[in-house]
């Protein structure tokens, strides 16, 4: 209840549209729901899930829940590194943002190139531009294997967070283009 009257009275005072990530993950299906449903009733305009944690059967439920009553549904990629950043085992990062496409979402954290959550550039944008656009080359060079056409199934918007500041922008807008959201602060 706090943050959402703290959302409340930034909008009054600024007059712009703020929001909070209410942590909808839970232990069941139904305890999601229920506090994606508890969310919307505060009249919040976003939740966040888990997706890993929470699973891809979760997440599609609370994605549809989202779509049906105008929430957005910021996606979390805890427990992340302990599949994707393994050498010798798991599987790549790219392989979940496909996942969580077709599960549903409206923006997942996607690492940055720069700050805390950097990686490779090629492969980033590569599985950026796998998370947002309609339809992508095979290009090796950026982790594309093989051309995708995504038809009419929705984008993901990326969210580079983690260990960046204001003078990380100029890098951030030249890597992401005006297509993400950059989040700082924490």
Same mark, same amino acid.
């Given at each position: 209840?706090?943050?959402a009257e703290a959302i409340y009275?930034?909008?009054?005072?600024?007059?712009?549209?703020?929001?909070?990530?209410?942590?909808?993950? /839970?232990?069941?299906?139904?305890?999601?729901?229920?506090?994606?449903?508890?969310?919307?009733?505060?009249?919040?305009?976003?939740?966040?899930?888990?997706?890993?944690?929470?699973?891809?059967?979760?997440?599609? +439920?609370?994605?549809?829940?989202? =779509?049906?009553?105008?929430?957005?549904?910021?996606?979390?990629?805890?427990?992340? /590194?302990?599949?994707?950043?393994?050498?010798?085992?798991?599987?790549?990062? =790219? !392989?979940?943002?496909?996942?969580?496409?077709? +599960?549903?979402?409206?923006?997942?954290?996607?690492?940055?190139?720069?700050?805390?959550?950097?990686?490779?550039?090629?492969?980033?944008?590569?599985?950026?531009?796998?998370? =947002?656009?309609?339809?992508?080359?095979?290009? =090796? +060079?950026?982790?594309?294997?093989?051309?995708?056409?995504?038809?009419?199934?929705?984008? !993901?918007?990326?969210?580079? +967070?983690?260990?960046?500041? !204001?003078?990380?922008?100029?890098?951030?807008?030249?890597?992401?283009?005006?297509?993400?959201?950059?989040?700082?602060?924490?």
């Amino acid at each position: 209840l706090f943050c959402a009257e703290a959302i409340y009275k930034a909008q009054a005072e600024t007059g712009e549209i703020k929001g909070h990530y209410l942590n909808a993950t /839970a232990g069941t299906c139904e305890e999601m729901i229920k506090r994606a449903v508890f969310a919307r009733e505060l009249g919040v305009p976003i939740i966040m899930h888990d997706y890993l944690t929470g699973g891809f059967t979760a997440n599609t +439920s609370l994605a549809h829940y989202c =779509r049906d009553n105008g929430l957005l549904l910021h996606i979390h990629r805890a427990m992340h /590194a302990v599949i994707d950043r393994q050498k010798n085992h798991g599987m790549h990062f =790219r !392989v979940l943002a496909k996942a969580l496409r077709m +599960s549903g979402g409206d923006h997942v954290h996607a690492g940055t190139v720069v700050g805390k959550l950097e990686g490779e550039r090629d492969i980033t944008l590569g599985f950026v531009d796998l998370l =947002r656009l309609d339809f992508i080359e095979k290009d =090796r +060079s950026r982790g594309i294997y093989f051309t995708q056409d995504w038809v009419s199934l929705p984008g !993901v918007i990326p969210v580079a +967070s983690g260990g960046i500041h !204001v003078w990380h922008m100029p890098a951030l807008t030249e890597i992401f283009g005006d297509d993400a959201v950059l989040q700082f602060g924490g």
